[in-house]
């Protein structure tokens, strides 16, 4: 086994020499391929490449565009990545999310028809699941998708939908029986340019819009867009926040509050100052170093949730690690515009940097990260009742 990872080593090296572009080493893409962005130049040219070689899903079955390797093998293709400085420029929710779902209930067909447009980064996908009457009671959704024969129509709403005013697609839980609260709910895919989709940003705290509220007014779905069983959605869209959950903590959630990568040290060289070689705050000295021990300690569990993952599946005990998660990235934001100062409290204006407004923005964004992907109440709820099986609290 070993041998064969050597071997497998030397042609992840060679083929990243080969295909990479230097120009790129070490720099983060400007965006998400399959969540908005649309690449030029040396990052459309290795947004290609890596879709058709099918790494942007190493372990993605290769029959469908996926890279078809083991977990050992994606192990060793992350640290080649990193060896060479190269970012997967690609992802999104159909990455993160749907993707996986669909290789767990989609038909061959449906398989062939969605995950290879998700593996190259050509489609932006959205999720509708959350309703002005239906968040933590997702159940209580009443958008309905009425069966018309070979299609369905759907009407009603959807809200704090990320990246619609982008997607190219939603998938999504819709009612199809108003008898039955549970059993009465489907899994649904449908083109966001059909005629009747109308999508309107909500504005944040951040002064950011990534959320969107989504009307559908008698929106023509053919029924083939039907995942799995008619009525069976529940389970389906349940097993999908596991993945959901597991995306955003899994890789310490990316840089989902939109600040920029200067990190906490640099931060308070500039802001601190120093004395010699050490910052000259100790306390603040302490707590970076605190932050930094939690959040590589963090990385580490969240890559072994991972391995499990790629194995098993998602398990519920994932919503410890997006709870931990939460927290983790909350003090960190706090802490950075703590460092700052001042120089923290700026909104807008030539008084301030890129840099520290978007720091600033991304402290307010932060708020929403023990809400997103399932409140830390609902997570807290899941792990007493299906990891711990506790009853009655």
Known sequence: MTQELDAFRDD??????????????????????????????????WQEKLG???????????????????????DVLREEMNRAGAFNPIGGFGTMMWGPTVLDFGTDEQKHRYLPDIIHGRV????????????SDLASLSSFAEDKGDHFVINGSKIWTSGA?????????????????????????????SPGVEVKPIKLISGQSPFNEVFFTDVV????????????????????????????????????????????????????GMDGDVLADGGMRERIADNRMTSHAFGLTARRFSTEAAVHGPTPAIGILKIAWAKMNQDREELMVEILGNRGIGWEGEGFSD???????????SKANSIEG???EVNLNLVAKRVLGLQGY
Request: proline share 5%; charged share 25%.
């Open 374 to 376: 399932g409140s830390n």
């Open 221 to 272: 779905v053919p029924k083939e867009n039907l995942i799995g069983e008619m009525n069976k959605g529940w389970a389906i869209g349940k097993h999908l926040l596991l993945h959901e959950r597991s995306g955003i903590a899994g890789d310490g959630g990316g840089n989902v509050n939109g600040g920029s990568s200067w990190g906490l040290e640099a931060a308070a060289r500039d802001h601190i």
């Open 124 to 135: 932006h996908w959205c999720q509708g699941y959350s309703e002005p009457g239906a968040g």
């Open 165 to 193: 005013k982008e997607a190219d697609w939603m998938y999504g839980i819709f009612r199809t029986d108003r008898s039955n609260k549970y059993e009465g709910i489907s899994f649904i895919t449908l083109d966001m340019k």
């Open 355 to 365: 840099r520290e407004l978007a720091h600033t923005r991304a402290m307010l964004r």
């Open 52 to 74: 058709e070689k099918g790494w942007s899903t190493p372990t993605w079955p290769a029959e469908y565009g996926g890279g078809g390797l083991t977990p050992d093998e994606a």
């Open 12 to 45: 992840a090296r060679q083929w990243l020499a080969d295909n990479f572009p230097p120009a790129l080493a070490n720099k983060r893409p400007p965006g998400i391929a399959g969540f908005g962005a649309k690449f030029t130049g040396d990052w459309k040219v």
